[in-house]
């Protein structure tokens, strides 16, 4: 079956590749010449008028709304910022990825998601704009590679409707105005994956160096979560490519080559730079990237035994329960996962074995159909991993799934409104409506206190559509549009609000999730932290001081001591301090007071921990203190874990030491280094509390000495609620 060009849908004839070209002038008649602008604003001369400025519309929206309120976040994550920041003053420090510009030691990550923000940092100094809009403009340019990849082989309205779904998922809102690595994660991949379905419209070699080219990079951003769509991308390209076969599989050699050199060539660099005059690769054990890549960040993600780490997850199997949540095949529909990305999940499902149905008698080598499997096998293979995975894994990590859904909702919805006509469609587009409706009024009566009257509408509007799509090759054109416009509104409705909930807030800290309080929770219910093992994170809830206690090496909240009773931290303040921005460690803000006091601390899914999930506000007195003499030290103070020690990194501008790594578990600084750098006079103070010391997970037991040693040889300078040694006072 051959697919020919219809300008009303423009799918590109199988033969050529793309749209036939635009038909000569008359003689003796000149086509007038376009200028620039008016190129950009009209777009192709066979689209339709709207097209071109409508896709603009959509950019110009998403870049509006996700801009909005976005310094409410502050630093967002403090432990990628201070590398940012890091990164800004040192380019040892930008090249490697370091939290310090004293280079102690790295993030857990490889360094790409930090350079743009770093460079951004460097030009407009540092500020939470500075380092968020790159963030933005990641999440604009994932919207438009979804558009442009649906647009291709469908209609500008399929690419409009993927646009915006992406646009509007609560996760893609979330993670696109954050300093995670996940942004870029997501454009690279999104872009892989239009590139390899720009190599099987036509063959060409290049197109598919080019997608090995961004998935390289996308594994300097986040490592091997960048390798779980090549063997759907590699399978696809390797049975529908219009090549011969011997072709193909050379092609595929070229691009896995290309894939090597993008993403191995800093590995490389990393590896056999001499350890002595680079800094500790941070979430390593024996300070090896590769270690790090295939054990915190690779296998141990997967089997739940990341060493180093604060715990593995939920057991093998479906319905494993973990400290990471219970892992099965419906994981990603739960009350953890549901509300932040399965919105739209089984509506692209349906829409997914429909399109592939539509296609079923296609040559080899449709691109129709390959466009289905290139961004439907990504979708599933994500999900799949995600649903299985035992290690560590954050609610927003979901935000990889969003390009492929959106992208596999906008084809299907296209391909099954052109055969409307054929009952078989018809009633696949009005069951994606209904599954849509549905499921989105199940996600918003798991959270009934958050716009009540919302559900009914939702639901009512969807199976209202449906019932009209039914019949829509039977009904007028205007009537079925109306029919598709209306489930179109009810199957967006839900997750937009979810997705307007997210802008209004900031979020801050390790663990953050989309949507209202309450959507999504880990350990049974609202207020239920996200923190691993689920309940309440250390330090909330009705712990009392004692040994323990709360979950802290100690019982109580480092650097405040006294019982923790009501779901108050000691005082109302977290550990040596406020929280940043007077937000709790749930990753939003405390809007209304204090912690303890009105605070926003449910649902999140948060969870603090000291300095691990996040850090401490500096105080005008503190950071004085640090500030005193400077530039006659390489780091003014050392911290247990990376962020308490980025908290007062950011406070004061200046380099601070992280103790341990993120968990304060990783085997640097050992003791005796410690006490070198200390002899030396390159570090200042020492920061009582923070990280988990000689607590859970692996810790070497590095921080734990260090911490000994300090408390019994130098004087304890107190001020206000945070306690400090002076290194240079020794008490003898």
């Given at each position: ?155 500008p309205a399929a690419g409009l409707i993927a646009g915006a779904v992406l646009a509007l998922t609560p ?135 990341e060493t180093g780490s604060v715990g593995g997850g939920g057991g093998p199997g479906g319905g494993g ?412």
């Amino acid at each position: 079956m051959t697919t020919h060009y219809d300008p009303a849908v423009h799918t590109p004839a199988e033969d050529d590749g793309g749209p036939p070209p635009e038909a000569p002038a008359p003689p003796g008649h000149h086509r007038p010449r376009r200028s620039r602008f008016g190129r950009l604003w009209r777009g192709r001369p066979e689209d339709p008028r709207w097209a071109r400025p409508a896709f603009l519309a959509l950019l110009t929206a998403t870049a509006l709304l996700y801009l909005y309120n976005l310094d409410a976040s502050g630093w967002a994550n403090s432990f990628y910022s201070a590398a940012v920041q890091a990164g800004s003053q040192s380019w040892k420090a930008f090249f490697f990825g370091s939290l310090d510009a004293g280079n102690a030691i790295t993030v857990d990550k490889p360094p790409a998601a930090l350079w743009p923000m770093a460079l951004a940092v460097r030009i407009f100094g540092v500020s939470s704009w500075s380092i968020l809009v790159p963030e933005v403009l990641m999440g604009v340019g994932t919207v438009a590679v979804v558009y442009a990849a649906v647009r291709r082989r469908f209609s500008p309205a399929a690419g409009l409707i993927a646009g915006a779904v992406l646009a509007l998922t609560p996760v893609a809102a979330l993670m696109f105005r954050f300093n995670n690595p996940d942004a870029l994660l997501a454009l690279l991949m999104s872009l892989a994956c239009y590139l390899v379905v720009r190599a099987l419209e036509d063959g060409r070699t290049k197109w598919l160096v080019w997608a090995g080219v961004a998935i390289g990079f996308a594994f300097l951003a986040k490592t091997l979560q960048a390798f779980l769509i090549l063997p759907a991308l590699a399978l696809v390209y390797g049975v529908c490519a219009p090549v011969r076969l011997r072709k193909r599989l050379g092609q595929l050699a070229l691009a896995t080559a290309a894939i090597v050199v993008s993403g191995g060539w800093w590995v490389a660099v990393v590896e056999l730079w001499p350890a002595s005059s680079r800094p500790y690769v941070g979430g390593s054990q024996n300070n090896s990237f590769l270690e790090l890549t295939f054990g915190y960040n690779g296998l141990g993600r997967l089997n739940g035994e990341e060493t180093g780490s604060v715990g593995g997850g939920g057991g093998p199997g479906g319905g494993g329960g973990g400290q990471w949540g219970e892992t099965g095949w419906d994981r990603m529909f739960n009350s953890e996962i549901g509300g932040q990305i399965s919105w739209l999940l089984p509506a692209a499902l349906i829409l997914l074995v429909a399109g592939l149905l539509a296609t079923r008698r296609a040559a080899r080598t449709d691109a129709v159909r390959a466009s289905f499997l290139v961004w439907g096998g990504s979708l599933l293979m994500t999900a799949a991993v995600f649903s299985y995975m035992a290690g560590i894994f954050h609610q927003y990590y979901t935000v990889a799934l969003a390009p492929y859904l959106a992208a596999v909702v906008g084809m299907g919805a296209a391909t099954l409104w052109e055969r409307r006509e054929r009952i078989w469609a018809s009633l696949a587009l009005a069951a994606a409506v209904t599954a849509s409706a549905a499921w989105g009024y199940v996600l918003l009566d798991r959270t009934p206190d958050y716009l009540p009257w919302l559900r009914m509408p939702v639901l009512a509007g969807g199976l209202v559509a449906a019932l009209g799509l039914v019949f829509a090759g039977r009904l007028g054109r205007r009537t079925a549009l109306a029919a598709a416009g209306l489930g179109l509104v009810a199957s967006l409705a839900a997750p937009t609000a979810y997705t307007l909930s997210t802008l209004r807030e900031g979020h801050s800290g390790s663990i953050v999730t989309a949507g209202p309080s309450g959507a999504s929770m880990r350990g049974g219910g609202p207020g239920g932290g996200g923190f691993p093992g689920g309940g309440n994170a250390p330090g909330q809830g009705q712990g009392q001081g004692g040994p323990g206690a709360g979950g802290f090496p100690g019982g109580t909240a480092p650097g405040t001591g006294g019982n923790n009773q009501n779901g108050q931290t000691p005082n109302g303040r977290m550990p040596n301090g406020q929280a940043p921005n007077g937000q709790m460690p749930n990753g939003r803000s405390n809007q209304n007071g204090p912690t303890g006091e009105g605070g926003r601390t449910g649902g999140a899914g948060g969870g603090g921990m000291g300095g691990l999930l996040n850090g401490a506000e500096v105080g005008s007195e503190a950071k004085k203190l640090l500030e005193a003499d400077a530039d006659s030290y390489t780091w003014v103070a050392a911290a247990i874990g990376s962020q308490n020690a980025a908290s007062y990194q950011l406070g004061t501008g200046e380099p601070v030491m992280a103790i341990g790594g993120f968990n304060g578990t990783d085997p640097s600084p050992t003791l005796a280094q410690f006490k070198k750098y200390v002899a030396d006079g390159r570090i200042h103070y020492f920061i009582a509390g923070g990280g988990m010391g000689g607590g859970m997970g692996g810790d070497s037991g590095a921080a734990s000495q260090i911490t000994s040693w300090v408390e019994a040889t130098f004087k304890e300078v107190t001020v206000g609620s945070a306690t400090f040694y002076d290194l240079t006072s020794p008490t003898g």
